[in-house]
């Protein structure tokens, strides 16, 4: 399990653009695998907290049960500058649920959240991706367990 507080030690500078990414709008995109292995997309919001990412959902909703049969995700970053200038941020991995009162409580600890059932849902980091526009190039940033941080550039 890499957590992101793990990510954040391994890639410090990738691994704060990529929260500030997805920090600066509320909402964003995930794909999860249906039951017949076809994609799913939804609308989520992340949040980072006590060392991890966290994504939440309401109680019984379809991603909930997405990510309870298969855990793979991939989570993409709102994108609202055409130009790309912060780029646009890519987070893949892997979903345990948590289910502990407590743990539930820590997570959102000063954070407002509707009442009511709901999932929360860890994220075990497997890939980061940022890319960006700088001048006239494509700039790819990404990180992976066990393999750091690295970047391409494309004309």
């Known amino acids: 399990m890499t957590s992101w507080n793990d990510v954040l030690a391994d890639?410090?500078?990738l691994a704060e653009r990529v929260q500030a990414r997805f920090q600066s709008a509320k909402h964003h995109t995930l794909a999860t695998l249906?039951?017949?292995?076809?994609?799913?997309?939804?609308g989520t919001e992340?949040?980072?907290?006590?060392?991890?990412?966290?994504?939440?959902?309401?109680?019984?909703?379809?991603k909930a049960q997405d990510l309870q049969r298969d855990p793979r995700f991939a989570l993409h970053s709102s994108t609202a500058d055409e130009t790309l200038a912060d780029g646009d941020a890519r987070i893949s991995g892997h979903a345990v649920e948590v289910t502990d009162p407590a743990e539930i409580a820590r997570v959102y600890e000063g954070i407002s959240i509707p009442e009511g059932p709901?999932?929360?849902?860890?994220i075990e980091v497997d890939e980061l991706v940022l890319t960006r526009?700088?001048?006239?190039?494509?700039?790819?940033?990404?990180w992976r367990?066990?393999?750091g941080a690295q970047q391409v550039k494309r004309r």
């Open 11 to 13: 890639a410090p500078d």
């Open 34 to 42: 249906r039951r017949d292995g076809s994609p799913r997309i939804s």
């Open 46 to 62: 992340i949040t980072f907290s006590v060392g991890n990412a966290w994504l939440g959902g309401m109680h019984g909703a379809r």
């Open 118 to 122: 709901m999932h929360l849902f860890r």
């Open 133 to 142: 526009v700088e001048d006239d190039e494509l700039v790819v940033d990404w």
């Open 145 to 147: 367990a066990g393999q």
